[in-house]
Each structure stands twice: as C-alpha cells, then as structure tokens.
C-alpha cells in the first residue's frame, strides 16, 4: 500500500519506518530539513515540504496514495491547516493525529475518517492496524500471533460460523461476534452502539455489520484477510 506521512515527530517517523519495512510505500514529510535527511535511510521516500501549502501538496501523487495520516503533535495550527487541505483533496482515506480534546472535536468537524491518539496507541499498533485490510482494531500478543476484529465478509452474512468454518477452512477461532444494536437513552435518544455477544457458538448467524473478533497466527490472519478483501 501506499502511504503519505506528514510530520516526522517521534511518532510520524516510527509509523513511517514500521510501514516501510513491512513493504509499504511510504512519503514522509516535514519542515525539518534535519528530520528528511536522518530518516531518508529508513523510509521509502522522505521530502522537505510545508504540508500547509497548498501548491506544494497538489504535486503529491495523491491519487495513488490509499492513505494519508497527518502525524503534526507540535503545531496544533499547522495540523488543522494539513488536514483541512488533503481533506479539500479529497484523499482516500484520511487519518489525523489530536493533541488535545478541543483539537480532536475541530478534526471530527473537519471530517476526517479516522483519529490517532499517540498518547493511548502506539506507532507499532498503528502500523499493523493500516497494512490489514478491513480490520477494525488489532491486538499484538507476540511476533507470531494477533486478535483481530474485522469485518463480516459480505459472502458470509447469514451463515453460522460452522457453515463458515473458521478454524477447518483459515485455522483461526472465532473468540466473539460485535453486533451493532440501537439503544434508547434515559432523554429519548435512540443511538447505535456495539455490543460483544459473549462466547462465539457454532450456530451464531452472522449479520451485515458484524464485527469478527479472530485470533489466530499473523500469516493465517493475513491470508484470510487478503483472500477476502481483496
């Protein structure tokens, strides 16, 4: 995949040497001349460059990128102003990082499709989390084994999980199902909220929504993963 990474702080340049090294295409910029020079080694492509600017930024190869994460922790003006401006360019998918509460309401009005807090998710988790397709979030337990929670399948929904056969077809277990269920506050309002089904049984129908809680080894997740979002 092909990423573009504004701002090589401690947490843009370890994102963007972790996608790197696990293939990835990677863009890393900032200001810093310092910064693009110590990291052109380690990620795929480094340039100095005012993310801000909007000349500038339309000479990216943004059509080819599949996602852009706005890494600034320093400068909460230059933030908004970067996400503000690949959000013009309507990007594919657009990942921006907060620095406080107030910053992370200005992104959601901005639109972004996604919020990076550094301060509670690592770069490591970040990293693994964007090369999986279709997964929502992702757990690490070691160098050889994840849970994942990704996605039902669209060829899957109204199966059972033994008509799916995880375990015989992907060797992986099926820990839990999240299910998407309205709910009506004490006021009235009625809002969708996730909700974990407790232990995964054979007979579970899988619904269009959907959340498969999975764990298994890294390249049995990465298979099942490629062979169905493809």
């Avoid at 970067?82 to 959000?87: M, N, S, V």
Wanted: aromatic fraction near 6%.
């Amino acid at each position: 995949m092909k990423y573009i990474i504004v701002g090589l702080g401690n947490f843009g340049a370890s994102l963007g040497q972790k996608l790197t090294s696990q293939g990835n295409e990677v863009i890393g910029l900032d200001t810093s001349a310092a910064k693009v020079e110590a990291y052109r080694e380690k990620i795929t492509y480094t340039m100095e460059m005012d993310a801000t600017d909007e000349l500038a930024v339309s000479g990216l190869p943004l059509k080819s990128t599949d996602i852009v994460i706005i890494g600034i922790g320093e400068d909460q003006g230059a933030n908004v102003m970067a996400t503000a401006l690949f959000k013009n360019l309507e990007v594919k998918r657009l990942i921006s990082r907060s620095i406080n509460p107030l910053h992370e309401k200005v992104l959601e009005a901005i639109g972004v499709d996604e919020i990076v807090r550094p301060e509670e998710e690592t770069a490591e988790r970040w990293a693994k989390k964007l090369c999986l397709i279709n997964v929502v979030d992702s757990f690490e337990l070691n160098d050889d084994f994840s849970i994942i929670e990704a996605t039902v399948p669209k060829e899957y929904v109204g199966k059972t999980l033994k008509e799916v056969g995880f375990r015989s077809k992907y060797n992986l277990l099926v820990l839990t199902i999240i299910k998407k269920v309205e709910v009506t506050s004490l006021l009235g309002n009625s809002k969708v909220e996730n909700q974990v089904q407790g232990v995964a049984s054979a007979e579970n129908v899988l619904e269009e929504g959907d959340i498969l809680v999975l764990y298994g080894a890294n390249k049995d997740l990465q298979h099942f993963l490629k062979q169905k979002f493809r």
